[in-house]
């Protein structure tokens, strides 16, 4: 790491990655198969980061590698539309079928803050909606009250996100429908979006409580706001169809990635037609990019989709269930949805981020220096998700519940 520290600020290119909120340097890794991964040295440990979120099928999937290989072999990108680019899409719509039109970006950044940018258009207005602890990319304008990345470093905020942007960016608090009733009656009118992680997992894994994601639609529907799920983390994860199929709640916009590249650097933006024919060159709203639809991109996120059966999903429920029931150690709590999970040092598992941030952090952090001792790889933050993929199977969820023991 000495000479990563002289290259990148802080020796890394995103800040988790500093291994800040737990202390001691972390693994240098070369090389990931199925749920394991190696460091320079040759220790193999078993992966819960799982590249934070986009391997639902393991480190080097066959058919994902194949389908990488083929698509570089092929030319790589072309600067047009690629057939790619409509099978990948077509698949997303049909199994999100909120998801009338699409538009693939290269990260989820850049989805969320194009996202807002036609809910603004859309409806002539200029505020958003957000909640405490929630992460949707670190665009001005959303990096208030920011979630993880910022409880890592305990910065609230970004130096550089000027007063007025930030203004544009109303916080509520998660699972309080009383706090966002009360901001849509203070800025009646002015409103353009809620934006929200259907199940948080940048506060940890904070699952919405009965009737929160439907209130968020009655409310945004009575004040003609657009409701914006951020099914970046979700997204092909919690179901077939995400968060939205799972919880029953149709929104207005989707922002998507990870899974739908299958480990390499994606985002897309999209929701009912009316809405996605605002964004040029059908309309007003401006976004573009060089290398979005990448044809290797929609390669690996093809594959990767296509091998998502019932069956695997069954699967992963099944082995994240044995996971959560191994994870319950004394003093602490666990929160699961699907293949989703966290292991909060707290009495019970948080309803929102100010409880979250009553966790003892402390405690996580020997905690996962102890089970980095024992070869598994957590997350490293008490604010962050462990993922459970289709290649953590019986034996590496026996071997990681012994070593919690």
């Keep these: 790491?000495?000479?990563?520290?002289?290259?990148?600020?802080?020796?890394?290119?995103?800040?988790?990655?500093?291994?800040?909120?737990?202390?001691?340097?972390?693994?240098?890794?070369?090389?990931?198969?199925?749920?394991?991964?190696?460091?320079?040295?040759?220790?193999?440990?078993?992966?819960?980061?799982g590249a934070f979120g986009p391997l639902v099928l393991g480190h080097a999937h066959r058919a994902v590698v194949?389908?990488?290989?083929?698509?570089?072999?092929?030319?790589?990108?072309?600067?047009?539309?690629?057939?790619?680019?409509?099978?990948?899409?077509?698949?997303?719509?049909?199994?999100?079928?909120?998801?009338?039109?699409?538009?693939?970006?290269?990260?989820g950044t850049e989805a969320a803050m194009s996202a807002l940018r036609v809910a603004r258009a859309a409806t002539v207005r200029e505020l958003v909606i957000k909640f405490d602890g929630g992460y949707h990319g670190h665009a001005d304008s959303l990096l208030v009250a920011a979630g993880s990345a910022a409880a890592t470093l305990s910065i609230p905020d970004s130096a550089g996100?000027?007063?007025?942007?930030a203004a544009q960016t109303l916080v509520a608090n998660y699972n309080d429908l009383e706090?966002?009733?009360?901001?849509?009656?203070?800025?009646?009118?002015?409103?353009?979006?809620?934006?929200?992680?259907?199940?948080?997992?940048?506060m940890g894994v904070v699952a919405p409580l009965p009737g929160f994601l439907a209130g968020l639609r009655g409310l945004t529907q009575s004040s003609g706001a657009?409701?914006?799920?951020?099914?970046?983390?979700?997204?092909?994860?919690?179901?077939?169809?995400?968060?939205?199929?799972?919880?029953?709640?149709?929104?207005?916009?989707?922002?998507?990635?990870?899974?739908?590249?299958?480990?390499?650097?994606?985002?897309?933006?999209?929701?009912?037609?009316?809405?996605?024919?605002?964004?040029?060159?059908?309309?007003?709203?401006?976004q573009a990019g060089t290398l979005s639809g990448h044809p290797v991109v929609m390669a690996a996120g093809e594959a990767t989709l296509r091998q998502l059966t019932p069956e695997v999903y069954a699967s992963i429920e099944h082995e994240a269930a044995r996971l959560e029931a191994g994870l319950r150690v004394k003093g602490a709590s666990v929160?699961?949805?699907?293949?989703?999970?966290?292991?909060?040092?707290?009495?019970?598992?948080?309803?929102?981020?100010?409880?979250?941030?009553?966790?003892?952090?402390?405690?996580?952090?020997?905690?996962?220096?102890?089970?980095?001792?024992?070869?598994?790889?957590?997350?490293?933050?008490?604010?962050?998700?462990?993922f459970v993929s289709a290649a953590h199977d019986r034996s590496v969820i026996d071997a990681t519940i012994e070593a919690i023991a």
Excluded at 161 to 165: A, G, H, L, M, P
Excluded at 238 to 246: F, I, S, T, W, Y
Aim: one cysteine or more; glycine letters at 12%; aromatic letters at 8%.
């Design 161 to 165: 996100v000027t007063r007025s942007v």
């Design 66 to 107: 194949e389908a990488i290989e083929a698509a570089a072999e092929a030319g790589g990108s072309f600067g047009v539309t690629s057939p790619g680019e409509v099978r990948l899409a077509e698949l997303i719509c049909a199994r999100m079928p909120s998801v009338e039109r699409i538009r693939f970006v290269n990260s």
């Design 226 to 286: 657009l409701l914006i799920f951020d099914e970046v983390i979700t997204g092909f994860r919690v179901a077939p169809g995400g968060a939205q199929e799972l919880y029953g709640v149709r929104p207005d916009l989707t922002v998507l990635g990870k899974i739908i590249g299958g480990g390499l650097p994606v985002g897309a933006y999209g929701g009912r037609a009316d809405l996605m024919d605002l964004v040029a060159p059908s309309g007003p709203v401006y």
């Design 1 to 49: 790491m000495t000479v990563a520290a002289s290259l990148f600020p802080g020796g890394v290119n995103s800040p988790v990655r500093a291994y800040r909120a737990v202390g001691g340097e972390p693994p240098v890794l070369v090389r990931g198969a199925g749920a394991f991964v190696w460091d320079q040295s040759g220790r193999r440990y078993i992966d819960y980061v």
């Design 335 to 386: 929160a699961r949805v699907g293949s989703l999970l966290t292991l909060f040092f707290n009495d019970r598992p948080p309803r929102n981020f100010r409880e979250a941030k009553a966790s003892d952090t402390a405690a996580f952090a020997r905690f996962f220096h102890s089970m980095l001792d024992a070869g598994v790889l957590l997350p490293p933050s008490q604010f962050e998700a462990l």
């Design 179 to 202: 706090s966002v009733e009360a901001l849509l009656a203070r800025h009646s009118g002015q409103v353009a979006a809620v934006i929200v992680e259907p199940v948080a997992a940048n």
